[in-house]
């Protein structure tokens, strides 16, 4: 079982919000993790997104709109990226991570369809 | 502007060995954390190491530990991975990545261990 599960796949329409899941392994707690979240397009390296543990620990990227956030659901042990607005320019792979014991760890990815 | 340009990838047979550079401009090189991620064709993406600025912390994931090394030269603002007795699963493209918040990425070098 991966450290960080993700659905493999999600779509919405356009303007609609998409919540991104990033479910962590039993013995792993999210809340004592920074996660970072990122997106790819085909064909170019991935770009930062954002980080988040809590609300008064998360950083926005460089240039990365603030309809992009992240958020934690401690019940389900999962770190969420959500997408409001959803516009067909963020058709993509996301992909979240955490540091674990000095080793970055990713996790399986989503591909977010805009319909 | 922040560039990271990776060279130094191709076609090589198993158990050969390939040294990749990430040169960089933009930003004070020797005052960032560097990592190399790999991604393999059509699957997600895997970190392989990463180094201090000063060259003191160095990690590795256990996939690599052992036949791969990781050195910087902040006077020529240069990333380094040398990678020995490589094996088809190696084969990927190889991006250096900024911090460990991997906030900004180079556009990739492509690695094919192939006989």
């Known amino acids: 079982q991966a450290v960080l599960t993700q659905p493999s796949s999600l779509s919405a329409s356009p303007g609609t919000s998409a919540s991104l899941t990033c479910t962590l392994r039993s013995g792993f707690d999210v809340g004592t993790y920074r996660i970072y979240w990122y997106q790819q397009k085909p064909g170019s390296p991935p770009q930062y997104l954002l980080r988040y543990k809590s609300d008064s620990d998360k950083h926005q990227g460089s240039g990365v709109p603030s309809r992009f956030f992240g958020s934690k659901d401690a019940s389900a042990n999962a770190g969420i990226l959500v997408i409001s607005g959803l516009q067909s320019e963020d058709e993509a792979d996301y992909y979240c991570m955490i540091w674990h014991n000095s080793a970055s760890v990713f996790g399986t990815g989503t591909k977010v369809t805009v319909l | 502007e922040v560039q990271l340009v990776e060279s130094g990838g191709g076609l090589v047979q198993p158990g050969g060995s390939l040294r990749l550079s990430c040169a960089v401009s933009?930003?004070?090189?020797?005052?960032?954390?560097m990592n190399w991620v790999r991604q393999a064709p059509g699957k997600g993406l895997e970190w392989v190491s990463y180094?201090?600025?000063?060259?003191?912390?160095?990690y590795y994931a256990d996939s690599v530990k052992g036949r791969f090394t990781i050195s910087r030269d902040n006077a020529k603002k240069s990333l380094y991975l040398q990678m020995n007795s490589l094996r088809a699963e190696d084969t990927a493209v190889y991006y250096c990545?900024?911090?460990?918040?991997?906030?900004?990425w180079g556009q990739g070098t492509m690695v094919t261990v192939s006989s």
């Open positions: 990545a900024r911090t460990d918040a991997f906030d900004m």
């Open positions: 180094v201090s600025t000063s060259s003191s912390t160095i």
């Open positions: 933009g930003f004070t090189f020797s005052t960032y954390s």
